[in-house]
């Protein structure tokens, strides 16, 4: 099972740097005809947590990235892979994202993928791949394979998997190349890695406002949780952005999906913005426009600056 074509204007042989290798997720070879699903370290059923969510009850979060305001049809962005810090026993969360939105208010469509701590879904403090959506007009929030909907077609890796290596301060760099992209033909919005190998897609008619396109996207750093911003949850690699390559976390090469199908570099300053939502805990620096697309460093410790 293939998206009918795949997006033009990437070459599907990723380069990355000297410096920087490329992360595989933990590989489980199911035989041919079935996929992996992943279950939960945890006893009894957790809820999906709704990372995109604003201004919940109850909830603390905050964010470093960039927005997109216009018409998306998928994106690319190559991530640095870190582990951030999160207590085991909490329910807070720590992630380096992508979403495409579409709707109105608590009507919103949402599909999103990144890496993830998150132990009170997957009982432990390891980095994680996930994928989530909200299906806007229920209100519904799914993670992974929490609920029907996603159709995952890869045999050897699925949501939820670990990564296998992250990056050291000072040291050994690891980055991953996730893509999120529309099938022009059937509509339905596929999950590939950097090699276009399909990790699998949300049908068309799942959604009502993302059936056609999106009209927001958001990459960065989000932390979240009842604790999130209280008790010092890292965003990245822990550090703040003002220490640069090899020490503070990196997302870069972000293009966005246009409707020819084509991946461009997204420069119109009226539709883009980049910040933090709380600069005393978390930081954003040296945020760039170039031919590879939009970049940054973002995060922190969570501590005041």
């Not at 009850?57 to 049809?73: F, H, K, L, Q, W």
């Not at 870190?82 to 969360?93: A, F, I, R």
């Not at 950097?194 to 996207?217: E, H, Q, R, V």
């Not at 990245?236 to 952005?241: E, V």
Request: proline share 5%; aromatic share 10%.
């Amino acid at each position: 099972m293939q998206p009918s074509s795949f997006p033009i204007g990437l070459d599907t042989k990723p380069q990355f740097l000297h410096s920087e290798s490329q992360v595989q997720p933990s590989i489980i070879d199911c035989p041919v005809r079935t996929v992996p699903v992943l279950r939960n370290n945890i006893s009894g059923t957790s809820a999906a947590h709704d990372i995109h969510v604003v201004g919940s009850m109850g909830i603390e979060r905050a964010a470093a990235g960039i927005e997109y305001r216009g018409d998306v049809y998928g994106t690319t962005v190559k991530i640095n892979v870190w582990q951030p810090k999160v207590n085991k026993d909490s329910k807070d969360v720590s992630a380096t994202w992508v979403h495409i939105n579409n709707g109105v208010g608590e009507h919103t469509d949402r599909i999103g993928a990144g890496i993830m701590v998150n132990p009170s879904f997957s009982g432990d403090t390891s980095v994680r791949f996930h994928i989530a959506w909200t299906e806007g007009l229920e209100k519904k929030v799914c993670m992974d394979q929490s609920c029907r909907g996603f159709v995952q077609v890869n045999r050897k890796w699925a949501p939820g998997v670990r990564l296998d290596h992250v990056s050291v301060y000072d040291g050994p760099q690891w980055a991953m190349i996730i893509k999120i992209f529309k099938d022009p033909k059937t509509k339905n919005w596929w999950v590939t890695d950097g090699k276009n190998i399909p990790l699998g897609y949300w049908p068309s008619g799942l959604f009502t406002f993302l059936y056609d396109k999106g009209n927001f996207a958001f990459w960065g750093g989000i932390v979240q949780g009842p604790t999130a911003t209280s008790k010092a949850v890292e965003m990245g690699s822990g550090h703040f952005a003002s220490e640069g390559y090899r020490r503070a976390a990196i997302i870069r090469n972000i293009q966005i999906l246009n409707k020819n199908n084509t991946y461009v570099t997204p420069e119109d300053d009226l539709k883009l913005a980049h910040g933090t939502s709380n600069s005393t805990l978390y930081t954003i620096d040296k945020f760039r426009v170039d031919t590879d697309g939009l970049g940054m460093y973002y995060g922190g410790p969570g501590l005041v600056a």
